[in-house]
């Protein structure tokens, strides 16, 4: 059984501190690893991805990976109560012939004012 | 360039009728999916499409079926709605397993 983990939180952090969201995954196989937020609501949206290992920086966000360790973490700088959502890893599997995203129920994290 | 869409935005269905949900996208790409988001749940595959021509189960099929119409159409059809149907029915797309984008959703209450 192919597993992606995540801590369901809630994650509390005040404003401006860094928020570290921690996600761990089964199929050594894995390639691409991707973070999505979703808003109370509202579908998920692609805020992320990594393909190798180390880290990736896109503004306030960073990506982090480690293969050897199974895990892949998403770390938000300065953290603003608009970040306050959900955050949902996903990592891509091979199934039946087919690639497909196994997703983590994901992390609530509250920022604080 | 809309991305993926979905229609209804919301319905509300008695138990034993049925529908369709209907879901495109613009993204020319070749696999599409359909999930389904309980409240403070995961999302759980129902059923995905990894190109046009070809569909196959994921986690939760029963009760649903699923048709591609072409490369950009992927609907869902409900025979018979049931209570445990209700449910957040999200469609998306991606190009192999790539990331995959999603539609606004579907609130379907099944009373």
């Known amino acids: 059984q192919k597993e992606v983990e995540q801590n369901s939180g809630p994650l509390s952090v005040p404003e401006g501190a860094i928020a570290s969201l921690n996600c761990t995954y089964s199929?050594?196989?894995?390639?691409?690893f991707f973070w999505y937020r979703q808003y109370s609501g509202k579908s998920p949206e692609l805020i992320m991805f990594?393909?190798s290992n180390g880290d990736k920086e896109d503004g306030r966000f960073t990506a982090q990976l480690n293969k050897a360790s199974q895990y892949v973490s998403l770390l938000i700088r300065d953290s603003q109560p608009s970040d306050s959502a959900t955050y949902l890893c996903?990592?891509?599997?091979?199934?039946?012939?087919?690639?497909?995203?196994?997703w983590g129920a994901g992390t609530k994290l509250i920022i604080k004012p | 360039n809309a991305g993926v869409t979905q229609t209804p935005k919301f319905q509300v269905l008695k138990t034993g009728q049925s529908m369709t949900l209907q879901c495109a996208q613009d993204?020319?790409?070749?696999?599409m999916y359909w999930y389904r988001q309980d409240p403070g749940m995961g999302l759980r595959l129902i059923y995905y499409?990894?190109?046009?021509?070809?569909?196959d189960k994921g986690e939760v099929p029963n009760g649903y079926n699923v048709s591609r119409l072409n490369k950009r159409e992927f609907s869902l059809r409900l025979e018979s709605a049931a209570p445990s149907q209700t449910s957040v029915y999200f469609c998306?797309?991606?190009?192999?397993?790539?990331?995959?984008?999603f539609g606004p959703g579907t609130r379907l209450t099944v009373t």
């Open positions: 998306a797309s991606s190009e192999g397993g790539d990331a995959q984008y």
């Open positions: 993204m020319n790409h070749n696999s």
């Open positions: 499409s990894a190109s046009e021509g070809t569909t």
């Open positions: 199929d050594r196989g894995s390639q691409s």
């Open positions: 990594i393909y």
């Open positions: 996903a990592v891509n599997v091979y199934v039946d012939s087919n690639y497909q995203l196994i």
